[in-house]
């Protein structure tokens, strides 16, 4: 079957940085994708991965290791606006969105 | 200016009841689909369009009936509701159905709760 893990809550303090991985276990692989949700809200696109490394934007980054079936997004300088839930999100060989669950990021003074 | 657009936001209907979710998007975009979030928050596929072409159909009960009038629009029809089906549905719409690089674009939601 096919799988994508995330932790379900993290707690980080403005101003620091945090790390969420997500792993996946799918059949095929067209790229990973992160997505930010705030509560009661639609989610937006965050970063788009399909090669091994790092990609930056501003205060998040995102990086993927297909061999280890691996992401993490990364979010310095954290603001209070940070708090929300991240998707991690898998392109399929049938180049369907398979869904993590979310991780739910909040951030305390 | 709105991106894609769902109506309506909130709809809270009784069991057995018959209704609607529209959908419309105004980036050009040719491939739209629809989500269910449940109380998990898990974000199901439920159905893809491509110019107005079906390309995606999950296992969904057939009391879900997508229909494309126009590439912009892909609406949801639901028959017979049930408890289970209380739900935030998410509109998206990208480019190309492969969705390769292509972001997908989501609607603000239609939370619909069956009493």
């Known amino acids: 079957g096919q799988n994508i893990d995330q932790p379900t809550e993290m707690t980080a303090t403005e101003g620091a940085i945090v790390q969420i991985n997500c792993t996946y276990q799918t059949s095929g692989f067209n790229g990973l994708f992160w997505y930010q949700q705030h509560a009661g809200e639609a989610p937006t696109f965050l970063s788009y991965?399909?090669l091994d490394g790092l990609e930056e934007k501003g205060r998040f980054s995102s990086f993927l290791s297909r061999s280890k079936g691996y992401s993490y997004l990364l979010l310095k300088e954290l603001q209070m606006k940070d708090s929300a839930s991240y998707l991690c999100a898998v392109l399929d060989s049938n180049y369907q969105l398979i869904w993590g669950a979310g991780t739910k990021l909040i951030i305390k003074p | 200016d709105t991106a894609v657009s769902q109506t309506p936001k909130y709809l809270v209907t009784q069991m057995g009841n018959d209704k609607s979710i529209k959908c419309e998007q105004n980036l050009g975009h040719d491939t739209m689909y629809w989500y269910k979030q449940d109380s998990k928050k898990f974000l199901k596929i439920m159905f893809s369009y491509n110019n107005k072409e079906l390309i995606i159909n999950e296992t969904v009960p057939n009391r879900f009936s997508p229909k494309s009038p126009d590439k912009a629009h892909l609406n949801l029809h639901i028959n017979s509701l049930e408890l289970g089906d209380s739900a935030v549905y998410f509109c998206?719409?990208?480019?190309?159905?492969?969705?390769?690089?292509?972001?997908?674009?989501f609607g603000p939601g239609t939370r619909l709760t069956v009493l």
């Open positions: 991965n399909v």
């Open positions: 998206a719409s990208s480019q190309a159905w492969d969705g390769a690089t292509d972001t997908q674009y």
